[in-house]
């Protein structure tokens, strides 16, 4: 059956979810019994040698639970071990059979279910989201042709060009393997060690250590597929493509001193961010666009589009929405969905294939093969979430955990005691045949000079970022290399940024005490044994363009305040009209709106009327929030002698949040901060409510941190 003869989804015709139900289990109501079956008449007590004596070995009851709790853990993710993950459909807007023959690209009537995970790389399963880091942005589309995944992060680059430098790059930035220190960071020896030798990281690394490394959310993140990917259209044409995520939300981050402290108050920002949002309806969603490459381009760029440290910028190829994905279902369970799901960039669908990029070639290997000791075996397929949505006939048998009962005795093909079943697929029939591409080359470990130019993108990079943007990077290089103890380490990365910006070069070599020196020899990667270095220099590509406006984050769309979380701190005697109408207007404008008062409880107005707490001062804190409003009342005397209200005013202003208070409130915030600052950009008095809003929307007053005046 076409999945869209089932749609909507909302009417519950959704074949993920139908699937999944079948396996979903749900105790309410029920007896317990033992995995046997068997009923269990006293789950709080073990079978013993009289009520004070020695538990026997015959209380298999016993022997059955404790045994499942010591098999409960499995190893987690090499790498992007953290992760949270949300179930969603995917539009399309419009038919792209032009280039791609992918059924879910050409059918606009079509709903795509998706399971989409997000996860930072370094750190490890309970580690903290607040991590500077690439994050892993992976969508598995359960299309009726097989399962197809984009495996993709928040960055449109890598840092290395060949998978044979995977295991080193993941050794250098995984914690140090004598102390296994530090936990969910890149700020240590091995990894800028390694950056300092390998220049290509340099692109990868500038964007790490910009704004894109610490994320507001999830769901204001974007995602790139990075490689360059092939489209196959019915008339067997190819064109590249390069895939892109682009949140509806905008892409927005958190400053580095806010990260910091989230990671103390709720280390699981991101989890719940992205939970709550589904759980009250707020449904995250993106845009997914292409860059549509004709194959006779290949040679046109300055860079080679082969190259996965390379962005194609949308001046020179624009991005073209052609659908949407909106996460619109939490899963029941983490463990069964959002631990076992198994991603693979060699899950693909016909109209879509791969190109020789050799950091993909290698990608393609290693999916499946980690998922043989991750999840114990070659059946992971079956698992509910893995599942796809056709069902799978093959003559592959047996193994650890085989679900399938395969009947019949043929497993192998060609046959005739089985019928010849299960046939293959002639292409009309939607039989994968992988792209013809004529190769004419010696067998070679060698990577083509066209790889050679690593700093024209990371200057390209920085010139398209805004002051504070550049102001922020130079703070992580500087923060970075500062927890770096090996000296020489810090001067190799600073002599390399000579290579991306001099000026950047001495701001960040100025922070740590070092002068950029500019090294007589060219700086090269790793270098073969027996190659002469000198045939590696590296060369910096004349680019077509100077600044990419879609580079800067300060371009992205602020016009909304919707899941905004705003605290409105207050406390018995507030006014009633004063609060209720900011409460009312920023609901209404689908923010997300938190009572903070002293204690627990209630709030009573000066009306008398009572409002739930939601949080006390003991337990929040401004860095979960993105602004603060102060209605007036009898509350601002109450607030202005708790110490902690101050604070989490003039925390919020430090982080360049929006700050607000009516004509009472006022009298907070000008204890909190500087008399100049009150009012100023972002920090909004009177009874002017709009124009707090629209301070919301701006994100932040990154303007502020010019003159840093407040010590919170
Ligand atoms: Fe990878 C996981 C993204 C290069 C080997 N990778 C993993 C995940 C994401 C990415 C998002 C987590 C998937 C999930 O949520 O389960 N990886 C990327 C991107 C890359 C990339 C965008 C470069 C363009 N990865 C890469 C290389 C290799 C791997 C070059 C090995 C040669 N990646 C893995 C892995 C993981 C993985 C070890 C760990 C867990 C898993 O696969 O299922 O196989």
Redesign the pocket.
Known sequence: MKINEREPFENGANPKKEQLGKFTSDSQGELMNTNQGLKINDDQNSLKAGDRGPSLLEDFILREKITHFDHERIPE????AR?SAAHGVFELFEPLGQYTKAKFLNDTTIRTPVFA?F?TVQGSRGSTDMARDVR???VKFYTEEGNYDL???NMPI?FIQD?IK?PDLVHAVKPEPDNEIPQAASAHDTFWDFVSLMPETMHNVMWLMSDRGIPRSYRMMEGFG??SFRFINDQGEAHFVRFHWKPLLGVHSLVWDECQRIAGKDTDFHRRDLWEAIECGHFPEWHLGVQIIPAEDEHKFPFDLLD?TKLIPEELVPVRIVGKMTLNKNPDNFFAETEQ???HPGHIVPGIDFTNDP?LQ??LF??TD??LS?LGGPNFHEIPINKSIPEVFNNQRDGMHRMQINKGKASYNPNTLGGGCPFQAMAAQGGFKSFEERIDASKIRRRSKSFFDHFSQPTLFYNSLTQHEQRHLQDAFAFELGKVKTVPIRQRVVNMLLEVDENLANIVGNKLGLIPQRLPQPITDSIPADDNPADYHSFKAELPIDASAPLSMANTVKDTIKTRRIAILTADGVNDEAFTVVKKTLCELDAVVKIIAPFHGFVKTAGGDEYPVCESLLTAASVVFDAVYVPGGGSVQTLMTRPEAVHFIAEAFKHCKAVGADSEGVELLKIALPHDMVPSPGVVTGNNLDEFIEAVKQHRFFEREENPVVPA
């Open positions: 993710r090499i790498v992007h992760g995970r996860s892993g942005f992976a495996v993709a992060n890598f998978a995977f990075i490689h996965p799901v198994a991603f950091l290698g990608r290693s999916y980690t998922q991750r």
